[in-house]
């Protein structure tokens, strides 16, 4: 599972808000297909894990801190899993007054057209901000089953 969710990484540049980029569509189907978990499938080798940097290199590297992930299941096999982020270290750098709560900063989800950290690799056009759009996230919560 792992190494799939790797190599599915590098297909995620060109998500974003369906409603605001019309190639999204596609790029869902691209990645849902028959040929790709084929693909995808015949790329896997099930006795050893695949060089990371073979699939990331085209894509920048995260800094990804801020975000906790828990999975729960009890006696009676009923499974919960939950994430939650605050985005960044102290999220927003702001803390509600009336609730204590960190507030997070999942506008830096966005891609920004004059980020040049690392100018070979391309930020993802369809993640650019716009009013209204939502920002791509990474999170994942995930229940896996026999």
Request: aromatic share 6%; hydrophobic share 35%; with cysteine.
């Amino acid at each position: 599972m792992v190494e799939a969710i790797k190599k599915m990484l590098v297909k995620r540049k060109g998500l974003g808000d369906p409603d605001f980029e019309i190639h999204v569509e596609d790029v869902v189907n691209d990645m849902l297909s028959d040929d790709t978990a084929t693909d995808l499938k015949d790329q896997i080798d099930d006795d050893k894990a695949s060089d990371p940097w073979s699939h990331l290199k085209r894509l920048r590297l995260l800094r990804d801190h801020g975000t906790s992930h828990l999975c729960v299941v009890g006696r009676h096999r009923g499974a919960v899993s939950m994430t939650t982020s605050i985005n960044g270290l102290f999220g927003a750098l702001f803390r509600s007054c009336k609730t204590g709560i960190i507030l997070n900063n999942q506008m830096d989800d966005f891609n920004i057209p004059t980020d040049i950290s690392n100018p070979t690799i391309p930020s993802a056009s369809a993640n650019y901000i716009e009013p209204f759009k939502r920002p791509l996230s990474s999170m994942m919560p995930t229940i896996f089953l026999k």
